[in-house]
């Protein structure tokens, strides 16, 4: 059982917009900033926020945003290609680990 | 920028010791706030972190795998190594080395592109 909490699978149409969730609590989420990662299997991950910033080379129809102990990752405009796996991960304070979410698998009708 | 890239034996016996090196170029790790972390994807399963170790020396564990892992700084000043004892099927995996530093931290900004060990039955 994975730390973070996210959505096992979200689906979409072409130009919707969707919203992946990380759930954590106060000693993960609730201190520090989400990194969210694109992984298009069988290739490694490629970090598409930083907390509410968006690397270089990213669209901007990636955003990202916190409440509390809840992250989010919305695509404004999805695309076939984002149909891929992202996941959430972030640093836990009070165990000193890294943690990471369960992946969410985004579709894209 | 930077680049990291994985090495190691793609194939590993039951109970033996697996290495891997990460490689890095384009930074340094005795940059202050300069972390490197060890990620591994058994195969149609999720990321799990390893271990970490950052700039000042400090090294940190997956608790459930503590015991059998030891993250230090390679021979070279631009390699870290990974070793994991007593491997086990389950410890097939694609192994991936990362990077995170004070400007993103605690989030992810550079990826290698991973190593594939295979642990047989």
């Known amino acids: 059982q994975s730390a973070l909490t996210q959505e096992a699978s979200v689906s979409g149409t072409v130009g919707q917009k969707v919203t992946l969730t990380c759930i954590g609590n106060?000693?993960?989420?609730?201190?520090?900033?989400v990194g969210w990662y694109q992984q298009i299997s069988p290739g490694s991950p490629k970090t598409v926020m930083f907390?509410?910033s968006l690397p270089s080379g990213i669209p901007d129809r990636f955003s990202g945003s916190k409440s509390a102990t809840t992250a989010s990752l919305t695509i404004s405009g999805l695309q076939p290609e984002d149909e891929a796996d992202y996941y959430c991960?972030?640093?836990?304070?009070?165990?000193?680990?890294?943690?990471f979410g369960g992946g969410t698998k985004l579709t894209v009708l | 920028q930077g680049t990291l890239w994985e090495s190691g034996p793609a194939l590993v016996k039951a109970t033996q010791t697996l290495t891997l090196t990460c490689t890095f170029s384009?930074?340094?790790?005795?940059?202050?706030?300069?972390?490197l972390i060890w990620i591994r994807q058994p195969p149609g399963k999720a990321l799990e972190w390893l271990a970490r170790?950052?700039?000042?020396?400090?090294?940190y564990y997956n608790t459930s795998l503590k015991t059998r892992l030891t993250l230090s700084r390679g021979s070279s000043k631009t390699q870290v190594a990974l070793t994991m004892t007593n491997m086990d099927p389950v410890d097939t995996a694609t192994y991936f080395c990362?990077?995170?530093?004070?400007?993103?931290?605690?989030?992810?900004?550079?990826w290698g592109r991973g190593t594939l060990v295979t642990v047989p039955a």
């Open positions: 990362a990077r995170t530093h004070s400007v993103v931290y605690p989030t992810i900004d550079l």
């Open positions: 384009g930074f340094s790790l005795d940059t202050t706030g300069m972390c």
């Open positions: 170790i950052d700039w000042d020396g400090d090294v």
């Open positions: 106060s000693n993960n989420i609730g201190t520090y900033d």
């Open positions: 907390g509410d």
């Open positions: 991960s972030t640093w836990d304070h009070s165990r000193s680990v890294w943690v």
